[in-house]
């Protein structure tokens, strides 16, 4: 079964997801600007796409938890040539992989990127206008846990 794209209250013309049977729930609390995750109950770990089951242990003994909305930045990549003819114009942009409590991972745009990036810095995830939220850097000076 799937379901329409989210396309209500949201102001954009960049391509929406199109949320499916497993991760639905995830979308629709995305949508009322909640980080959720996956969480399972047996492997006391998070993951990230919603799948029926937890890709560790393979049970369906799992609930969505709430995630802080703040994560440490995995990899990324800045892109110079637009992939989608709906960011032309917005080029270089950078998709962060941002890591969350629990160790579920998730794709974002990291909204301006002025300076070189750190593996692991802290990045806050912040919801805009439209459906999908962006990541934001910390000044490095102010790094959560930062030794000044
Ligand atoms: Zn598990």
């Given at each position: 079964m799937t379901r329409e794209p989210?396309?209500?209250e949201v102001l954009t013309d960049k391509p929406l997801p199109e949320p499916d049977h497993d991760d639905a729930d995830w979308w629709d609390a995305l949508h009322n600007k909640q980080l959720t995750v996956p969480w399972c109950r047996t492997c006391d770990r998070s993951w990230l796409?919603?799948?029926?089951?937890?890709?560790?242990?393979?049970?369906?003994d799992w609930e969505f938890r709430e995630a802080a909305n703040i994560g440490s930045l995995y990899s990324w990549v800045t892109i110079h040539?637009?992939?989608?003819?709906?960011?032309?114009?917005?080029?270089?942009y950078t998709i962060g992989l941002i890591e969350l409590q629990g160790g579920a991972r998730l794709y974002l745009l990291i909204a301006q990127v002025e300076r070189e990036l750190v593996a692991g810095e802290e990045v806050s995830i912040e919801f805009t206008t439209d459906l999908l939220p962006v990541g934001r850097l910390w000044p490095l000076e102010i790094q959560p846990g930062a030794v000044l």
């Open positions: 989210i396309e209500d796409r919603v799948t029926p089951t937890c890709p560790r242990c393979g049970l369906a040539r637009a992939l989608d003819p709906s960011f032309a114009g917005e080029e270089p």
